[in-house]
Nanobody, 123 residues
């Protein structure tokens, strides 16, 4: 079992930056790749970014590449999503997940999910 808790969401203006954090449950945290999904009202769930168990591999959706970075600190059982140059279309609920990397892709249905953090970007 893995428990994940997101923090760092909230309101932002277009062009601002936010950093989301996700705190994991402990001993098994480093066994998993970690990824972020988001879902906006009226839209399908969308992959955002992922990072391998040791941080060596990172993946980004084309929609966010060059604006977002993902990192992890296994000693603190925490993964981060740094979001820069925010746009109104980034508005969504962001979910931290624990899963796996297979064939260069992150789990389409990760094993564990946080409750989500709302990010609202104002124009």
């Amino acid at each position: 079992q893995v428990q994940l808790v997101e923090s760092g969401g909230g309101l932002a203006q277009a062009g601002d930056s936010l950093r989301l954090s996700c705190a994991g449950s402990g001993r098994t945290f480093s066994n998993y790749a970690m990824g972020w999904y988001r879902q906006a009202p009226g839209k399908e769930r969308e992959f955002v970014a992922a990072i391998g168990w040791n941080g060596a591999i990172t993946l980004f959706a084309d929609a966010v590449k060059e604006r977002l970075s993902i990192s992890r600190d296994n000693a603190k059982d925490t993964v981060y999503l740094q979001m820069n140059s925010l746009k109104p279309e980034d508005t969504a609920i962001y979910y931290c997940t624990a899963g796996y990397l297979n064939s260069g892709k992150y789990s389409p249905n990760p094993d564990f999910w946080g409750q989500g953090a709302q990010v609202t970007v104002l124009s």
